[in-house]
């Protein structure tokens, strides 16, 4: 059989491949939890797990290795519109996503869930603005797209550079929460954890480039939505709140608000402990002015960087057609939701499980010395990430005695409320699954940004296919080290990390993205001019912030986006005015790109 | 290049544009409008939830996921009546 008719039998068999994995992924979870039944040990659980589904993940990278560039590329632009959502979903929700998402609500309440609106509204953004027409384009790479658009190696490069910073920023992030999780589960260290994690992580995509790391985020999806609803419809049919408590913990949020004011929250600690806080933050208040600016900001930029950020724009460039990018889109947010608007219902349960005294779970308000015996206090307070101590001297704990890292609460969560052991391995597997699916797009999209647009466009424009699949994989091997290097340095926590991502991508790229498509007269010069000034003065007002500035009206490291994206705009409309319009062949290549009918504006390998 | 016709363009462009405006209206409200008064939707109470909480943690997601089938399916027609939709593969 020819490699075409091979692949177009794999893609209409998708449907049953993937309905067998995820048979065979859910009878491994029963299996593992008839084995902890005959007395198997939680660490043995947690390695089973991760072993296996990372074995999964690199036997679908193996398989999936290829020498076509457009396969490598864009994996063969044949990757059906609800797999492609499902790739795109677990390309999407990082480690951050998956471990400290319902955290941060748990200890922000209303403020944090700016990231959970930013996050998927954005995806209007890439659908509206952006993925139909950059799919029609039929370009390899976002500086790919900027390069042919606006013409000239300049505007291309300012494109890279861009890319490079945000992708690598992040990609430290997620590389680094695949040591903790592998560290942990495997009980190695934290420096070979990171190693191990990269490991995994170049397995699914150094052979195949796109077409492999598509497949095995589609595995990785299945296996991080599983871990992740599994355990919140457990614990709300344990707790009364039915089999859908997404929607039904609304009663749970107005008994944590009576809660909050029963143990007088707000009151300071008087002690405190390295990287771990007591619960201050009440759990819906929103409040006005300040705040509220503070969240439409945050919201802001999240979702402008989400239209920005190369590595979910470039999943868009594998679907056969416009129309399906566009489905692809609408179902990628879908994929995400589910797992979006469950984590505040988990933060939510977890909350009322530890501050409510009437439940046999709760431990605010109950004496300090029944609480200290508990098992799962002992057990994270020994790693440091759980801290309780009776400050006032009552004997009885309370709100503000009580401390711990935000990651628990969705690592935790299991034990806290008395589930099994094989609970807490399918959680792990879940959180690696969504670190390494992230880490895996993110560095493909550095890595192809590098060979196919700075070496082979810009560098060696007469290199061979062979060549440019060879530089194409060892830079992802290059990359890939150096993002391990600095993650085993511990820099930063894993959500300052990501927020930075997007406000990189935002300040540098979202209008010279957007206006290619939508403003016909925008030029080379004014593109360059906005990635430039954009990316410098956000940069720029980041250093400045985090380095102990004032912030301005509130505009923190987290929100710098908010001061380089109106400073892109306006360089790239003023230089645009003042510099002559694109020649008519970029002018037909816009007319082009706005009509789903016809050839792509770039041949199909180029 | 294609035998589209540049009135046919113009006028798929201008219909393309009014749907990404509508949507895009549409976006901002539940993006900012709404997030915006959240302290004063608290006072009201959507099936259990204070109604500020539930716009972040739910009511904004639901319309986006909505929004995008909703935009999906439009343009669609759109490129259909045009006569600019894809040829099916």
Same mark, same amino acid.
């Given at each position: 059989?020819s490699?075409e008719?091979?692949?177009s039998?794999?893609?209409?068999?998708?449907?049953?491949?993937y309905?067998?994995?995820?048979?065979?992924?859910?009878?491994?979870?029963l299996?593992?939890?008839?084995?902890?039944?005959?007395?198997?040990?939680?660490d043995?659980?947690?390695?089973?797990?991760?072993?296996? #589904?990372?074995? /999964?993940? %690199?036997?679908?990278?193996?398989? =999936? @290795?290829?020498? &076509? !560039?457009?396969?490598?590329?864009?994996?063969?632009?044949?990757?059906?519109?609800?797999?492609?959502?499902?790739a795109?979903?677990a390309?999407w929700?990082?480690?951050?996503?998956?471990?400290?998402?319902?955290?941060?609500i748990?200890f922000?309440?209303?403020?944090?869930?700016a990231?959970?609106?930013?996050w998927?509204?954005?995806?209007?953004?890439?659908?509206s603005?952006?993925?139909?027409?950059?799919r029609?384009?039929?370009?390899y790479t976002?500086?790919?797209?900027?390069?042919t658009r606006?013409?000239?190696?300049?505007?291309?490069?300012?494109?890279?550079?861009?890319?490079?910073v945000?992708?690598f920023?992040y990609? #430290?992030a997620? /590389?680094n %929460?695949?040591?903790?999780?592998? =560290? @942990?589960?495997? &009980? !190695?260290?934290?420096?070979?954890?990171?190693?191990?994690?990269?490991?995994?992580?170049?397995?699914?995509?150094?052979?195949?480039?796109?077409?492999?790391?598509t497949w095995?985020q589609?595995?990785q999806y299945?296996?991080?939505i599983?871990?992740?609803l599994?355990p919140?419809?457990?614990m709300s049919n344990k707790?009364g709140?039915?089999?859908?408590?997404q929607?039904?913990?609304?009663?749970?949020?107005?008994?944590?608000?009576e809660?909050?004011a029963?143990?007088?929250?707000?009151?300071a600690?008087?002690?405190?402990?390295?990287?771990?806080?007591?619960l201050t933050?009440?759990?819906?208040?929103?409040?006005?002015?300040?705040?509220?600016?503070?969240?439409?900001t945050?919201?802001f930029?999240?979702?402008?960087?989400?239209?920005?950020?190369?590595?979910?724009l470039m999943?868009?460039?594998?679907?056969p057609?416009?129309?399906?990018?566009?489905?692809?889109?609408?179902w990628?947010?879908?994929f995400?939701?589910?797992?979006?608007f469950?984590?505040?219902?988990?933060?939510?349960?977890?909350k009322?499980?530890v501050?409510?005294?009437?439940?046999?779970?709760?431990?605010?308000g109950?004496a300090?010395?029944d609480?200290?015996s508990?098992d799962?206090?002992q057990?994270w307070?020994?790693?440091?990430?759980l801290?309780?101590?009776?400050?006032?001297?009552d004997?009885?704990l309370?709100?503000?005695?009580?401390?711990?890292?935000?990651?628990?609460?969705?690592?935790?969560?299991?034990?806290?409320?008395g589930?099994?052991?094989?609970?807490?391995?399918?959680?792990?597997?879940?959180?690696?699954a969504?670190?390494?699916?992230?880490?895996?797009?993110?560095l493909?999209?550095i890595?192809?940004?590098?060979?196919h647009?700075?070496?082979?466009k810009?560098?060696?424009?007469?290199?061979?296919?062979r060549?440019r699949?060879?530089v194409?994989?060892?830079?992802?091997?290059?990359i890939g080290?150096?993002?391990?290097?600095?993650?085993s340095l511990?820099?930063t926590?894993?959500?300052?990390?990501?927020?930075?991502a997007?406000?990189?991508?935002?300040?540098?790229?979202?209008f010279?993205l957007?206006?290619?498509v939508?403003w016909?007269?925008a030029?080379?010069q004014?593109?360059?001019?906005?990635?430039?000034?954009?990316f410098?003065?956000g940069?720029?007002?980041?250093?400045y912030?985090?380095?102990g500035?004032?912030?301005?009206?509130?505009?923190?490291?987290?929100r710098?986006?908010i001061?380089?994206?109106?400073?892109?705009?306006?360089a790239?409309?003023?230089?645009?005015?003042m510099?002559?319009e694109?020649?008519?062949?970029?002018?037909?290549?816009?007319?082009?790109?706005r009509?789903?009918?016809?050839?792509?504006v770039?041949?199909?390998?180029? | 290049?294609?035998?589209?016709?540049?009135?046919?363009r113009?006028?798929?462009?201008?219909?393309?544009?009014?749907?990404?405006?509508?949507?895009?209206?549409?976006?901002?409200?539940?993006?900012?409008?709404?997030?915006?008064f959240?302290?004063?939707?608290n006072n009201?109470?959507?099936?259990?939830?204070?109604l500020?909480?539930?716009?972040?943690?739910?009511?904004s997601?639901?319309?986006?996921?909505?929004?995008?089938w909703?935009?999906?399916?439009?343009?669609q027609?759109?490129?259909?009546?045009s006569?600019?939709?894809?040829?099916?593969?």
């Amino acid at each position: 059989m020819s490699e075409e008719s091979k692949s177009s039998v794999f893609i209409q068999n998708l449907p049953k491949i993937y309905g067998i994995y995820t048979g065979g992924f859910i009878a491994f979870i029963l299996l593992m939890a008839i084995f902890e039944q005959f007395g198997m040990g939680a660490d043995t659980i947690g390695i089973l797990f991760i072993a296996f #589904t990372v074995f /999964i993940y %690199a036997g679908i990278g193996w398989l =999936s @290795r290829t020498v &076509q !560039i457009d396969a490598y590329y864009v994996a063969g632009r044949q990757v059906p519109a609800v797999f492609n959502g499902m790739a795109t979903a677990a390309d999407w929700m990082s480690g951050a996503s998956f471990v400290a998402m319902a955290g941060g609500i748990y200890f922000g309440g209303h403020g944090y869930l700016a990231f959970v609106v930013g996050w998927t509204g954005g995806y209007v953004l890439v659908a509206s603005l952006m993925a139909p027409y950059l799919r029609k384009f039929g370009c390899y790479t976002v500086p790919d797209y900027i390069g042919t658009r606006y013409g000239g190696n300049l505007a291309r490069l300012c494109a890279v550079v861009v890319l490079v910073v945000a992708s690598f920023t992040y990609v #430290t992030a997620q /590389i680094n %929460a695949t040591g903790t999780i592998a =560290s @942990r589960a495997l &009980q !190695i260290p934290f420096e070979v954890g990171v190693w191990f994690g990269l490991l995994g992580i170049l397995l699914c995509s150094m052979l195949g480039g796109m077409r492999a790391v598509t497949w095995t985020q589609v595995a990785q999806y299945i296996v991080l939505i599983i871990a992740y609803l599994l355990p919140v419809f457990w614990m709300s049919n344990k707790q009364g709140f039915g089999l859908i408590p997404q929607f039904a913990y609304g009663d749970a949020v107005a008994r944590v608000i009576e809660l909050e004011a029963l143990h007088n929250l707000g009151t300071a600690p008087t002690e405190s402990f390295a990287g771990l806080k007591a619960l201050t933050v009440p759990h819906a208040e929103a409040g006005t002015g300040m705040a509220a600016w503070k969240f439409v900001t945050l919201v802001f930029c999240m979702m402008t960087g989400t239209a920005s950020l190369p590595h979910i724009l470039m999943r868009y460039f594998t679907t056969p057609s416009v129309k399906a990018a566009r489905q692809s889109v609408a179902w990628s947010l879908l994929f995400i939701f589910l797992l979006y608007f469950t984590a505040p219902a988990l933060a939510t349960f977890t909350k009322l499980q530890v501050l409510d005294p009437s439940l046999a779970t709760g431990i605010i308000g109950k004496a300090f010395a029944d609480v200290q015996s508990l098992d799962w206090i002992q057990k994270w307070s020994n790693v440091g990430m759980l801290a309780i101590s009776d400050s006032n001297g009552d004997g009885i704990l309370q709100i503000n005695e009580f401390f711990m890292r935000g990651d628990i609460v969705v690592l935790a969560t299991p034990e806290i409320a008395g589930l099994p052991a094989v609970i807490s391995g399918l959680v792990a597997a879940g959180g690696m699954a969504a670190a390494m699916s992230t880490a895996d797009g993110l560095l493909l999209a550095i890595a192809n940004a590098l060979s196919h647009d700075l070496y082979y466009k810009i560098i060696d424009p007469s290199a061979d296919t062979r060549k440019r699949l060879i530089v194409a994989r060892v830079l992802l091997l290059f990359i890939g080290a150096a993002g391990a290097a600095v993650a085993s340095l511990q820099l930063t926590g894993i959500l300052g990390a990501v927020a930075w991502a997007f406000d990189f991508a935002a300040s540098g790229l979202f209008f010279p993205l957007v206006l290619g498509v939508w403003w016909k007269r925008a030029n080379m010069q004014g593109a360059v001019a906005g990635m430039v000034a954009g990316f410098v003065s956000g940069s720029a007002y980041l250093y400045y912030v985090y380095n102990g500035g004032e912030p301005w009206i509130g505009i923190d490291h987290l929100r710098f986006a908010i001061i380089g994206m109106p400073v892109s705009l306006i360089a790239m409309v003023v230089v645009t005015l003042m510099t002559p319009e694109p020649d008519e062949e970029i002018q037909r290549m816009v007319d082009e790109m706005r009509i789903p009918k016809g050839e792509s504006v770039l041949s199909a390998s180029h | 290049m294609s035998d589209i016709s540049p009135e046919v363009r113009a006028a798929h462009w201008a219909k393309t544009k009014r749907l990404t405006i509508i949507v895009l209206i549409i976006w901002f409200i539940f993006s900012f409008g709404v997030h915006w008064f959240a302290d004063s939707l608290n006072n009201y109470s959507f099936i259990g939830f204070p109604l500020g909480f539930y716009m972040a943690a739910q009511g904004s997601l639901i319309v986006f996921v909505l929004l995008i089938w909703y935009l999906a399916w439009a343009q669609q027609k759109i490129d259909d009546e045009s006569g600019v939709a894809e040829e099916d593969a």
